[in-house]
């Protein structure tokens, strides 16, 4: 099966060079000219490998890589022309991957689109399942089930659901939180981080009562994963 690739780039020229590199080693390869040309296509395509460039006509790329990160872990790799260790920094921070600066050269691009595929494969092949009490959680096919009944979560709800599980019986706080799920600590997304919440334990309450016991809240702190324990 053929990986898919999104490039957003509002170059001509270069959406050509790489639209026929990539298709030359046998991608899938999509393109959008602008951000919100992006979100749909992101949503439409379900790509696997984006490339970014940061100068898009209608919104930057920095914040184009977190409001892709609020809803999806696609691999991203930036190509731009802004070299300054500031703007690297903040893209990595944001989400991205990889960064590389232009004029780059294809061929290294190539071997880094293989690295990502390389740990998309491995995380693929490391899934597992995990249960606490009557909560199944697929980290493969982003499934939960408990007693039974499909809980169906959105891709954020979904993200704080997988951190708790991961880091079951340890207390994270309302920043680490944030840095995972938006890609960065921003205070102001605390109403957001609590309505994610709110609506997660009520999907899980509404499959079995004792499941919206399973995470703690901690004030001023953060939250817990505890122990299913049924009443």
């Avoid at 009557?134 to 089930?145: N, P």
């Amino acid at each position: 099966m053929q990986s898919k690739i999104l490039i957003i780039e509002d170059d001509h020229a270069i959406t050509h060079l790489l639209d026929v590199a990539l298709t030359l080693d046998y991608y899938n390869v999509t393109t959008a000219y602008n951000a919100t040309q992006a979100h749909f296509k992101i949503q439409i395509d379900k790509p696997d490998v984006i490339l970014l460039d940061l100068g898009l006509p209608d919104k930057d790329g920095l914040c184009l890589i977190s409001e892709i990160r609020q809803h999806t872990d696609i691999p991203i790799i930036v190509i731009s022309a802004r070299q300054e260790e500031q703007t690297i920094i903040q893209a990595l921070d944001n989400g991205a991957n990889d960064y590389m600066t232009k004029p780059f050269n294809v061929d290294e691009l190539r071997a880094r689109i293989r690295v990502i595929e390389r740990i998309a494969k491995s995380h693929q092949e490391t899934n597992f399942v995990f249960t606490n009490g009557l909560l199944s959680i697929d980290f493969g096919s982003k499934s939960v089930v408990i007693n039974n009944q499909e809980v169906h979560l959105t891709p954020n709800e979904f993200s704080l659901l997988e951190l708790l599980s991961n880091h079951k019986g340890k207390v994270l706080t309302y920043e680490m939180i944030l840095k995972r799920i938006y890609g960065y600590v921003n205070k102001t997304e605390m109403p957001s981080l609590r309505v994610h919440m709110t609506s997660l334990r009520q999907k899980l309450s509404q499959c079995h009562e004792d499941a919206k016991d399973i995470i703690k809240t901690h004030p001023r702190i953060g939250y817990q994963m505890l122990q299913w324990k049924e009443k």
